[in-house]
């Protein structure tokens, strides 16, 4: 089994990368909503309990500023191949100029699992050629934040897209932001 991740900038988790790209494998995006504010736990059990799977991790461009949908391509023009996501995405962070330890849900992971560097991890070549001279960054647009805020609570998650409010409330965001994706259409047509 592969994963072929780019590394980019996320505005609700910061980084996307091998770890974050299993949670597609939950393919109801209604339930991915629900599940958003115990997210480091979720993605870890997913993590877990997947069989071995091999990153390639797909640097040939990376996405900065207000990922995964809108932001900035950074020509990177790297490849990295991994049979650790853990370990996978503690060295990218690093060439994206980002501390592993500051990303919440790879911190909990990092923790749980001992990883506090690649002193034990082995590597073909030094990674430090790859670091971008440029470091990734996050920068939220003041309509991310509802998304930012109902990602990282229960209740919020609930009044944004399973209260009787949900609908209402999509509208009156949608009036200043384009919607990245419409939720309520995978209900209508499943």
């Not at 974050?20 to 870890?44: C, M, S, T």
């Not at 962070?93 to 849900?105: A, E, K, R, T």
């Not at 229960?154 to 509208?171: C, E, N, Q, V, W």
Request: a neutral charge; charged letters at 20%; hydrophobic letters at 40%.
């Amino acid at each position: 089994m592969f994963t072929v991740p780019v590394p980019k900038i996320h505005m609700n988790t910061g980084v996307s990368i091998s770890v974050k790209n299993q949670w597609g494998i939950i393919q109801d995006p209604a339930e991915r909503l629900k599940l958003h504010p115990d997210f480091a736990e979720v993605i870890y059990a997913v993590n877990k309990n997947l069989p071995p799977i091999i990153s390639i991790v797909d640097g040939k461009f990376g996405l900065t500023r207000s990922g995964p949908m809108e932001g900035d391509a950074l020509e990177l023009n790297w490849l990295m191949l991994s049979d650790d996501l853990f370990r996978a995405d503690f060295l990218c962070c690093q060439l994206m100029g980002i501390d592993p330890m500051s990303i919440s849900y790879l911190r909990t992971i990092f923790e749980r699992e001992g990883i506090t560097g690649m002193s034990d991890a082995s590597l073909n070549r030094d990674p430090a050629p790859f670091t971008t001279g440029t470091p990734f960054f996050l920068k939220r647009k003041l309509t991310d934040y509802p998304g930012l805020w109902a990602f990282h609570s229960r209740p919020l998650a609930y009044l944004a897209y399973r209260s009787p409010l949900a609908g209402l409330l999509h509208r009156l965001l949608y009036l200043v932001r384009t919607p990245f994706y419409d939720y309520g259409k995978d209900r209508k047509e499943g």
